[in-house]
């Protein structure tokens, strides 16, 4: 009876969600995972030390990317090693959007733009590409997600800004029942959005 | 995997969730022998916790929790869904989640830890609603205490917050306190409307209890506690095995024997993920493999002893499948930030529509204002909206802190024409066919949730609420119950008060499915109750025996 049967390997449920989607069929092999895990490994090390010969690497939009990332975030400082995982998974997943980053960042280095609305703003009359790009670029860096892949969860900048208040999920550390103490009041916005809205779509659970 | 020599125990339980675990760990504590079967694997808390913060959407249940070929479970709340397949008008009400692994389902639940009302067990008696239990309140009262020590249960005194359910011991743990945006929630409740706010009693640490530390609001009792201070049905595994219980993982059963005289069953076989095929006997065997798997395994082992399935003389297994089908909706408070997530996710409850005399025309509920981290939705919303930079910051702080997330749990109705069957066209890796459930809404429910909605309504407009969205149609709560369920009539329920099945002495069922009504409160408490009762039977007549 148990001839004619397919093996699983016992282990299948090891895989990460992330892997399983990458392969529906669960028929993920330990070669493949050993392959991932090698070219993850490859691109940080080439983002920290440029020694690991992968093309993100010798990517020369890469630093083009971080570049509209500090103008597009209207932050000074930004983590150089985020900024190149973010930006392999971003041009991974669609590849004209290197293309697209060049030429975002050639719009803003021919221009004046004191804060990331002045540059979105006119990024969209230039080209409604650019919206998509910029919604990819603030996708990245606030919740840490490119290719619908986490690349950074805690470090996901709309932690660093909720960080007087609240903890990333499962990382608390408050103490028991540090939820019962006021938490800091927040005023009404009052900024503009710089990009036209799009339709938001809670993503089924 | 064990050889293929057969296994034998006094007791072969199948599942090994917080109904099996607890009869398992009840029973090698009296010494007698237990085998528990489960058909999925065997996984450790902190590969689950590693998947949810690699997971990219992060409310999704299941998630963390991929299933394997042998032991499917559905990956999500999707329809159509790639596993629990459902058809009828409200198909996609029905589209319940639940985990086939050692421990079971109890992983991603939120502790809540409600006993029923003593009305629950008598609807149709009280109401002229639905149907009665084959037991009392009181019956259960015991074997409630039982089951909120055993997983250690936090709650309200009884002479300050009376939840309605009568009490002979105060709960083991004090409440939980809850936050600061419970507390704004339940300030209002108090000023603005006649009803209250509640603690919610959760099978949570406020202190270390069981060798679990006490709670640190880590807010991910869903999809997955990351220290373990909330119970779920791993640690009953745990406490059972150190009592002599054998857990055997990857044990798909897909048939149940019985002698010749079909009254007793006499073993049960189970695939290995290879198919190859084992046999367990036992003197006595219990079914605790979830209101759905229960009911599919049930058919699925239908044969010419029993051609419509096991212990189904009156045709009712697989039918009346109810849930607390509900409403939710999330919005905008206009009011001071309240920065919903810290702390545990469900802490409170408004309790006023649990019971009354409504209840003859329209089902019971009851509200949960979510105490879920809203930063992630707040910065996918921010970013749909078109902010950018500094404005987007702003923007995320002010959603993630005035976010409010409600949700009811309404009252189902037993009825026989919602129904599971076996799947005719999909089956899983080992040739088992998916279930399949028809579900209609009871005009009961409908009723209820429409009367859910205009409360809702209200509750958004004192707190000025914005940007409301209401999740379409109804909202499943994955609470099924009902698909072997309970009564005093053979020819129209399939197991007794005990949960014993009419047809066959020594088969019992621990699982929802025997609910007979579903009430409001969460299943899990009453379920792991129902088991401890079927534990203190079968430790009655075996050691008589």
Known sequence: MAADQPSFPTSIHLSTPNAIRMNRALRMSRRDMLLGAMGAAAVVLGAGRGIAATPEAEDTVAPLFLALSHRLTDRDALDARISSALYARIVKATPARRDQIQKLHDLMAGGKFDSARELAKAAEHADPVFKDVIHDIMTAWYRGVADEKVVVYRSALMFDITKDAIYPKTYAAGGPFYWTQTPPEVAVPTGEPALSPSKFVVEPT | ?545
């Open chain 2, 1 to 545: 995997m064990p050889s293929e020599q057969d296994l034998s125990a006094d007791v072969v339980i199948v599942g090994s969730g917080v109904a099996g675990s607890s009869i398992a760990n009840e029973l090698a504590r009296a010494g007698i022998s237990v085998i528990v079967l489960e058909a999925g694997p065997r996984v450790d808390r902190q590969h689950f916790v590693d998947n949810f913060r690699n997971l990219e959407n992060k409310p999704s249940y299941q998630g963390p929790f991929p299933c394997v070929p042998w032991a499917e479970h559905p990956p999500n709340q999707i329809t159509p869904n790639k596993y629990l397949h459902t058809t009828g008008p409200d198909a996609e009400a029905y589209q319940q989640v639940y985990l086939r692994m050692m421990g079971g389902t109890t992983w991603h639940w939120a502790g809540c830890a409600w006993r029923y009302l003593p009305s629950d067990f008598e609807l149709k008696t009280r109401y002229g609603q639905g149907r009665d239990w084959a037991l009392k309140y009181d019956d259960l009262e015991p074997f409630y205490y039982q089951a909120e020590v055993m997983m250690g249960v936090c709650g309200p005194d009884p002479a300050v917050e009376d939840l309605g359910s009568p009490r002979r011991q105060p709960y083991p743990m004090d409440a939980l306190p809850i936050s600061y945006a419970a507390e704004q929630f339940r300030n209002l409740i108090r000023e603005k409307t006649p009803y209250r706010v509640v603690h919610e009693p959760q099978a949570r640490n406020t202190r270390p209890y069981d060798n679990r530390p006490t709670c640190e609001g880590h807010n991910n009792c869903m999809p997955i506690c990351p220290i373990g201070a909330m119970y779920n049905g791993s640690y009953s595994v745990y406490h059972a095995e150190a009592a002599g219980a054998k857990f055997v993982p990857n044990a798909v059963v897909y048939r149940i024997e019985r002698d010749s005289a079909n009254k007793r069953v006499t073993a049960v076989h189970y695939y290995d993920p290879d198919k190859g095929s084992h046999r367990v006997t036992g003197k006595y065997f219990v079914i605790a493999a979830h209101c759905i798997e229960t009911a599919k395994l049930m058919l699925y082992s239908a044969d010419e002893q029993s051609p419509d399935g096991i212990a189904n003389s009156s045709g009712h297994v697989g039918r009346n499948m109810m849930d607390h089908t509900g409403v939710q909706v999330t919005f905008i408070s206009g009011d001071k930030a309240l920065w919903p997530g810290r702390g545990p996710l469900e802490t409170n409850v408004i309790d006023n529509f649990r019971d009354g005399d409504w209840r003859n025309e329209r089902g019971a509920y009851l509200v949960h204002m979510v105490d879920d981290n809203q930063v992630d939705l707040a910065t996918a919303l921010a970013i749909s909206k078109g902010y950018v930079g500094r404005e987007l910051e702003e923007q995320i702080r002010y959603l993630a802190s005035h976010t409010v997330r409600l949700f009811s749990h309404n009252e189902g109705l037993a009825d026989p024409d919602n129904r599971l069957t076996l799947s005719a066209t999909y089956k899983d890796a080992l040739g088992i066919p998916h279930p399949e459930v028809y579900y209609k809404l009871p005009e009961y429910t409908v009723k209820s949730c429409d009367h859910t909605r205009g409360l809702f309504k209200d509750l958004i407009g004192l707190m000025h609420g914005t940007d409301e969205q209401w999740t379409p149609g109804y909202f499943p709560q994955d609470h099924p119950a009902g698909s072997t369920i309970m009564g005093t009539d053979p020819k129209d329920s399939v197991v007794d008060g005990f949960c014993r099945t009419h047809d066959h002495e020594n088969l019992f069922i621990a699982s929802s499915s025997v609910f007979s009504s579903v009430g409001t409160g969460n299943i899990t408490l009453t379920v792991a109750a129902l088991a401890l009762r079927v534990a203190d039977t079968l430790k009655k007549e075996l050691t008589h025996a």
